[in-house]
């Protein structure tokens, strides 16, 4: 996968970046793949992007939480913020969803629900957290997570971490009156919500789409750096590293 390439004409609103070339011959080249450097062994960065972190952390544990953790954990601290009395339900519970309910966790909610497919993300979930578990291909997923609430109203707030349309359907039908969604996922260009703005304006529901967890990396990241060294983000548990050579055998693991 190559990280840098030549100009695109059509992209006029990427910051351009000059290396030189040979002899006097400079040449623009531009950061692409969501500002990452993926397996590059070299990136392009933003300085607005750029976290000064301690020379003794260990770069190569602390890096998902450039994307996926601070993604799901700034769901729950920026945007949702639910208190000890909310109940939550996180669909998904890969990286971004395992963040959120560590956040969670941290504030103190005291009604966690995860959704997944994965028995041992489930399991792993209520490691982390989770009082409550449920299969994502029940028939009843939205009865299920209405009687872990009060009078089986439905969460007061949740988190779609998974893109999938149906899933997030089940998302916004297991919020309770005036309940918070927060769209992590992203099912494709062109897609409409599967739901009506009636059921928003009456229910009083709010539905945030949420872009790296919405908060400043300069403040985030060294703030679950401090998480994890207390022991309350456990990086470790959800990480596992491959040498490069078996990238495919990485993919088919995840």
């Given amino acids: 996968m190559n990280f840098l390439r030549k100009r695109n004409p059509d992209v006029e609103s990427q910051p351009a970046y000059r290396l030189a070339g040979k002899g006097d011959v ?69 990286a971004v969803g395992m963040a959120a309910i560590l956040a969670a966790k941290y504030l103190g909610v005291q009604t966690i629900i995860a959704v997944d497919l994965v028995q041992s993300r489930l399991d792993l979930a209520e490691e982390f957290g989770a009082t409550h578990v449920v299969v994502g291909n029940d028939k009843d997923v939205v009865e299920q997570i209405r009687s872990h609430t009060k009078w089986n109203l439905g969460v007061t707030h949740a988190v779609e971490a998974t893109g999938v349309l149906p899933v997030l359907k ?15 996922g992203n099912p494709g260009v062109g897609i409409k919500p599967p739901f009506e703005i009636n059921d928003m304006v009456n229910g009083g529901k709010t539905w945030s789409g949420i872009l790296m967890g919405g908060g400043d990396p300069q403040t985030a990241l060294p703030f679950l750096v401090g998480l994890h060294q207390q022991g309350k983000f456990p990086i470790e548990k959800m990480s596992k590293y491959y040498p490069f050579e078996d990238f495919s055998r990485a993919v088919h693991d995840m």
């Fill in 26 to 94: 400079e040449e623009k080249v531009y950061g692409a793949f969501f500002g990452q450097s993926s397996m590059a062994r070299m990136s392009l960065v933003s300085e607005s992007s750029c976290v000064k972190v301690s020379k003794d952390l260990d770069l190569k544990l602390y890096a998902p939480l450039g994307c996926g953790m601070q993604t799901g954990s700034g769901a729950i601290f920026n945007t949702l913020k639910p208190t000890p009395n909310s109940t939550l339900a996180v669909f998904g519970c890969g």
């Fill in 170 to 184: 089940t998302a916004f039908e297991s919020l309770a009156s005036f309940g918070h969604l927060a769209s992590i």
